[in-house]
């Protein structure tokens, strides 16, 4: 039990300290609208087309939310020496690395809200499956944390870790179907569509919004659910062998 409310002050203190900041705030809420109001002004498309758009809105609400901060925090706080002190816890590394991501994870849940209600306020989003949006929010943003985990874990600076997130997000862009399906790229670029999570958890929220789907609901599920579980494996290992070990 005590190692459960250790776990709690840590993602506590990380939400205070990072996660409820102005220019985290600003920065995980408005991208992801501006970009989709840009697509629908060069669509042609208004507001009534909303939910086509939609899951691309959500899932960049998500990757934005969850890595904005995240990686920055982590390598901000590996380079100011107070990493080692939570590591000097009475508790397993995986549950403090589970502390360390749960405010990124429950931030980007919480910016998948907003283009949420707009879709409910402009489109009312009458039969959409409420039961696959859930899931598949949670596990994209576990997934996109976990990467950004990853990130941080590979770069010594801050300014290192800015730039190969950013290297990383925005080509997620154009190539996880988040506004243009990945059957609609060009065959050489279409591989490395399926080698990025968020394309499972996309294709998920097209499922549940009635979209074009690129594959079942349960290998989308599954998939997505093994990268979670991947990277964060493969992040636990790189703590241990470059920061620990």
């Not at 697509?39 to 998500?62: E, N, T, Y």
């Not at 934005?64 to 000097?88: D, H, I, N, Q, Y």
């Not at 394309?199 to 079942?216: C, F, I, N, P, R």
Request: proline share 5%; hydrophobic share 60%; glycine share 6%.
């Amino acid at each position: 039990m005590n190692r459960w409310i250790a776990c709690w002050n840590i993602v506590l203190k990380d939400m205070k300290a990072y996660y409820l900041k102005p220019p985290n705030v600003s920065w995980g809420l408005l991208f992801p609208l501006a970009w989709a109001g840009m697509f629908l002004i060069r669509s042609g498309q208004g507001v009534h087309s909303l939910v086509s758009v939609l899951p691309g809105m959500i899932a960049l609400s998500v990757l934005f939310g969850t890595s904005s901060m995240l990686a920055v925090a982590v390598t901000f706080e590996k380079k100011a020496k107070a990493f080692e002190r939570l590591v000097l816890a009475p508790i397993p590394l995986w549950m403090l690395m589970l502390a360390k991501t749960s405010g990124a994870v429950v931030f980007g849940m919480f910016n998948a809200l907003v283009p949420i209600l707009l879709g409910l306020v402009f489109s009312g989003l009458s039969g959409v499956a409420w039961s696959l949006v859930a899931p598949a929010i949670l596990l994209m943003a576990l997934a996109s944390t976990y990467l950004s985990l990853l990130l941080a874990v590979l770069a010594t600076e801050v300014f290192e870790v800015q730039t190969l997130s950013n290297f990383v997000r925005f080509p997620m862009i154009f190539l996880c179907g988040l506004f243009f399906p990945v059957t609609a790229l060009p065959e050489l670029l279409q591989p490395f569509s399926y080698l990025l999570p968020i394309t499972y958890g996309v294709d998920l929220l097209h499922h549940a919004m009635g979209g074009e789907q690129l594959l079942s609901v349960g290998v989308d599920f599954a998939l997505l659910a093994v990268f979670c579980l991947l990277l964060f494996a493969v992040s636990l290992r790189s703590i241990n062998r470059h920061w620990i070990g």
